[in-house]
């Protein structure tokens, strides 16, 4: 995917943590390394998906895009994988940003931790924001590594 541009600090960043039922969205600033979860969108039908994300690129005006890239725990591909590279590039070719990966493994299960320790609030709940949580810490995850480092 793409390198980030040395002058994009302080920039905003929407995150996906894609899903083929649900998609969720984050979003966040370069400058403090912290997100926000935004909204869980269907992913189906894709019109309806397509125009949710356009919306949300309007109003937030990204420098970039950053998906979390799900993988075994032994480093090898899993069925997400793949479907999760064509939403990247669909990424790429729609809005023209540039479209960065950040392994994501496991986030949905620490969003689990964090919404449990944080608010304490019935498992019934966690369903619904689980997938925007996912979104924040990927988003989180990606502000923290060295991305001048090759991936």
Known sequence: M?????????????????GERNIGV???QSVTGTAAPLRTLRAQPSARLWAAISELI?????AGLVVGLSHQQDGSENPITAPTLRFCRQLEGRYRLPVYTVD????TAESRTHFYQR???????FEQVKDEMAAQLILQTWFS??????R
Not at 8 to 18: I, M, N
């Open 2 to 18: 793409a390198e980030v541009p040395a002058d994009s600090r302080g920039a905003t960043y929407l995150g996906f943590d894609f």
């Open 26 to 28: 984050a979003v966040g």
């Open 119 to 125: 608010r304490r609030r019935k498992s019934v709940e």
């Open 145 to 150: 590594i060295d991305k001048a480092s090759p």
């Open 58 to 62: 309007d109003q937030w005006l990204p």
């Open 104 to 107: 994501e493994t496991l986030t």
